[in-house]
């Protein structure tokens, strides 16, 4: 299935979606409750001018003055523990400030970017330069079901839902008519949160001729993919969502695409995936690269 691809060069054209990402790209930083800290110190009642004074006072003292001088020793042990305390504190108010940037989550909106039709236009114009043949394009619930459903009406290509659920919830779907049924999904766990992705096993039965009758429009012979041309082509499908992350739930999206593509008895596929932005810490792009060889990994802009 070929699309029309955009009149423009790759860096223009990726300039173009850097700088309206940048624009509209909004950071959010949450923090659990009670996060604030209030820095307490206790009070130095001896400053420096006191400590003078301590040892001017000792020296001005007859040597047989015991007792001032045991007042100026009393003075710099009280000073020496107060120090040790403050230090103490200062240590506690570190700890506390580093378990605190532990559990701030920082949240990228993008949001504002949809708000501009020539803004997301020029990230559109971008991906279809940049990814003309594809035939399948995937969206991961949230963000990449609204990028992915935009994207595909523009190519004119089919789109695939996967969803997000919670583990804890009911496993099983719930039809139309009341009924349920355990056997009609495919599941992927995310890492190893309490959380996974899910997709309707025989979704892609409407797609591929070789599962089902289908008036789809792709052409299929002996379960491989036809071009215009009538030669064999892989089967290109491209994931899309708006934040790549420490890459998790990227891979779940794979895992769960080649479990369904399997049932859909498709072997020659290729897998591509794009993202608004990625946050380079958490190097999610290079832990995909170590765990694939054969899928590709675009971002617009990376979160330094």
Known sequence: MENKIVSSNYPELKCLALNSVKKHLVQNCKQAANSSISHQYPHNHLNSHSLSHCHTYGKNEEDGDLQSATNCTSLQQQQQQQQQQQNQNQNQNQQTNS???????????????????????????????????????????????????????????????????????????????????????LREEIGSDDEELEVEQEILSTLFPSIKDSTSGFPFKNNQLLDSNGEKKKFQILIMDDLLENGTCLAAAIELLKKLLNQSKIKDFKISTTFISSIKSLGGKEKIYEMYNDISVDVINIIE
Do not use: H
Request: hydrophobic share 35%; net charge negative; charged share 15%.
């Open 99 to 185: 378990s605190l940037q532990q559990t701030t989550q920082v949240d990228y909106d993008i949001s504002k970017l949809f708000l501009s039709f020539d803004d997301f236009n020029c990230v559109l114009n971008y991906w279809q330069y940049r990814f003309n043949d594809v035939d399948l394009v995937v969206g991961i619930e949230p963000s990449g079901l609204v990028l992915g459903s935009v994207f595909s009406q523009r190519l004119r290509l089919p789109f695939l839902m996967l969803k997000k659920r919670s583990t804890s919830s009911n496993s099983s779907l719930s039809s139309s008519d009341g009924a349920t049924t355990n056997s009609t999904l």
